[in-house]
């Protein structure tokens, strides 16, 4: 993709519980950052999604394993800021804090999944997030949006109708307010599934969607096993 001369310098922050990470979560990050030429891209691991409950192991080791699973990866890193405060990890705090260390006219792209901007009107001060950052939205293949759409409250609709981009030109020259959706085939990935298999005694070294580092700390630590 060409990258227009007047692109913004550009960041992007891909949260999550990462509960565990997985070889999906690295690819999608990778793709984003390089299909929008981010100058970084950091994993946030949430402290506790106040929308999906406590994490399955401490925030300490799923820190631990974001870690291991970064290290062959340079452009990508690991933003904790998220896991040393109290009480649940509300998205727009984390990016008010981000704009305080940042040049106010950085490109800032918050990414997460049709799935999570699907609930975007239960987020804590929802409105905000498009004062603060650029969304990207990431969609299994075949996804209609015009369907997805049609499910949102109205006020959110016309929210998505008003700020949405069919390119991503536009989102790189603005700081914020602006979403796009992209398709990501390799989201069929399930951190869920995951625990469910290890809980069921499979060894994490037969799951091919772990990277190895990853696989070795959770057999170390006896992670995910059923009590």
């Not at 260390?101 to 990414?111: G, R, T």
């Not at 929802?126 to 996804?143: C, D, M, T």
Request: one cysteine or more.
């Amino acid at each position: 993709m060409a990258i227009s001369a007047t692109k913004l310098p550009a960041f992007g922050l891909f949260g999550g519980s990462f509960d565990p990470v997985h070889r999906g979560h690295i690819c999608l990050a990778e793709k984003v950052q390089q299909s929008l030429g981010l100058q970084g891209m950091a994993l946030l691991p949430a402290a506790q999604q106040p929308l999906k409950g406590l994490a399955n192991v401490s925030a300490r080791q799923r820190l631990a394993m974001l870690n291991l699973a970064l290290t062959p990866f340079p452009n990508l890193s690991v933003d904790a800021r998220e896991l040393g405060r109290s009480g649940p990890s509300y998205t727009v705090d984390t990016l008010q804090q981000w704009r305080l260390e940042h040049d106010e006219k950085a490109c800032l792209c918050f990414c997460m999944g049709l799935d999570s901007l699907m609930q975007l009107h239960r987020w804590h001060r929802w409105e905000q997030l498009f004062e603060l950052a650029n969304l990207i939205v990431l969609a299994r293949p075949g996804w209609s949006w015009a369907e997805a759409a049609s499910a949102l409250p109205p006020k959110l609709q016309a929210e998505l109708k008003a700020r949405r981009c069919e390119d991503v030109a536009p989102i790189l020259v603005t700081p914020k307010g602006k979403w796009i959706l992209l398709e990501a085939p390799l989201m069929d990935i399930s951190s869920t599934k995951i625990r469910q298999q290890l809980a069921a005694g499979v060894p994490a070294s037969q799951l091919s969607e772990l990277p190895q580092s990853v696989a070795n700390y959770i057999e170390e630590h006896s992670l995910y096993c059923a009590n």
